[in-house]
Nanobody
Framework: VQLVQSGGGLVQAGGSLRLSCSAS????????MAWYRQAPGTQRELVAN???????DYPYSVEDRFTISRDNAKNTVYLQMNNLKPEDTGVYYC??????????????WGQGTQVTVSS
């Protein structure tokens, strides 16, 4: 299984960006997908999660600004980021908890993409 990310870049504070993450390979079922970010010198933190029932979770820091969604037909998850702040700067990674067979699960990460928000 491979996760390939696209999107990201440089944006001014208050602007918007959308990230995409597409899964390919031997996929039986995508159980959950998530977005994490990591700023320099900090630990990777969860910013959005979408479960198999399409339920979503966000930390308080991004709630009401970030929206995670998925297109099951395309095996793709998106992260729409609005009203971006300088503290949102970091490398963003997607993560997929994917079943490759009814019995086997795998934990997969995308390659990461830089998001920079200028003040």
């Amino acid at each position: 299984v491979q996760l390939v990310q696209s999107g990201g870049g440089l944006v001014q504070a208050g602007g918007s960006l959308r990230l995409s993450c597409s899964a390919s390979g031997s996929i039986f079922r995508i159980n959950a997908m998530a977005w994490y970010r990591q700023a320099p010198g900090t630990q990777r933190e969860l910013v959005a999660n979408i479960r198999s029932d399409d339920g979503t979770d966000y930390p308080y820091s991004v709630e009401d600004r970030f929206t995670i969604s998925r297109d099951n037909a395309k095996n793709t998850v998106y992260l729409q980021m609005n009203n971006l702040k300088p503290e949102d700067t970091g490398v963003y990674y997607c993560r997929g908890l994917i079943s490759t067979t009814p019995e086997l699960n795998s934990d997969n990460w995308g390659q990461g993409t830089q998001v920079t928000v200028s003040s």
